[in-house]
């Protein structure tokens, strides 16, 4: 089969493998449909190997080089043993994360924070970028027929946006402002909305991201936080001018970081989601005097499939929107990769399209 294999650092191979194994209990295979190349993805592909295991993982024995690729959906076209739930030929969309059997996190529904856990795509050997990839059965969510491969392509990150609202509390009325409009930050603002906020700030320096998310008439307040009036003029359009409720910060940048403590009110909460490169400088004085609290989200807990799956198949989440390029496994790297390290690019989520 062909695939999409990371080996090193700016060295990513479109390759002929050997498919995956007929599988055993417990396990399908995926018959890829679409697949979506992430921000990690991308950033192994610049500066890598960050997450990719390089070294045999300790859970599934994989390491580099490996197939890339944790967003994406498909059909599958086997399934072993002992697998109840479902059945060739379901269409099915892919939670990421292999949790070990007994972990102590495992157990309590959090297997996606603990230090034993997986992840198809960057620490084990199929991923989403290859015809063909292997999963546990529980880490497939069945798609109805009123959900698309794409939509089903985008469950991950849907799931990882949804998972920061949940964790912010967002609740009806809720005024929330997320920085970064790049694909988590756009989907958090899509949840923020399906979770009732009665307003949405989106906040981007880039004015590429700024006209692209205007274009998707999604409903935002998109701001310009390089403005000197940025932090008063969101704050006036809250109740008394106070803030907001909740913060999400989505694009790992320090100044994000501190425009969501400045501009969440008093008692508030701010999110953290996106990803530092360098440790950031926090102004806990400002933290602590406004009572706000600080919490953070990583991935998504294993059981909120279903939820993510209903929301999307209802219309309360679109995350087809965010989709601003396709391409076929033979372009990935040119017209994907390339184009995604581009500094100047404006787009959202780039999707790779495996079979017609």
Known sequence: MKALRFHAKRDLRLEEIAPPASPGPGEVVVAVSACGICGSDLHEYLDGPIFVAVEPHPLTGASAPLVLGHE?????????????????????????????????????????????????????????????????????????????????????PMAVALNAVDRGGVFAGSSVLVTGAGPIGVLAAMAAKAAGAS??????????????????????????????????????????????????????????????????????????????????????????????????????PITIGPRVVQMIASGQLQPEKIVTGRVRLSDAIAKGFDELARPDHDHLKVLIALRD
Request: with cysteine.
């Open 199 to 300: 307003r949405v700030f989106v906040s981007e320096a880039n004015p590429a991201r700024r006209a692209r998310l205007a274009s998707l008439q999604l409903g935002y307040e998109i701001v310009d936080p390089t403005q000197p009036d940025f932090a008063s003029a969101v704050a006036g359009m809250t109740e008394e001018g106070l803030g907001v409720d909740v913060a999400i910060e989505c694009a790992g940048h320090e100044r994000a970081l501190a425009d969501c403590i400045r501009l969440a009110r008093r008692g508030g909460t701010v999110v953290q989601v996106g990803i530092f490169v360098d440790a950031p400088r926090v102004d806990m004085r400002l933290l602590v005097s406004k009572a706000v609290t600080l919490t953070t989200s990583w991935g998504f």
């Open 72 to 156: 994406f959906s498909g059909r599958l076209s086997a399934v072993g043993g002992a697998v109840g739930r479902f059945a060739k030929g379901d269409r099915v969309a892919i939670l990421p994360h292999l949790n070990k059997a007994g972990d102590y996190f495992v157990r309590r529904g959090l297997g996606h924070i603990s230090d034993t856990t997986a992840l198809v795509g960057l620490s084990s050997a199929y991923g989403g970028m290859g015809e063909y990839a292997i999963v546990p059965q529980d880490n497939v969510v069945r798609l109805p027929d009123g959900v698309t491969d794409e939509q089903g392509a985008l469950f991950e």
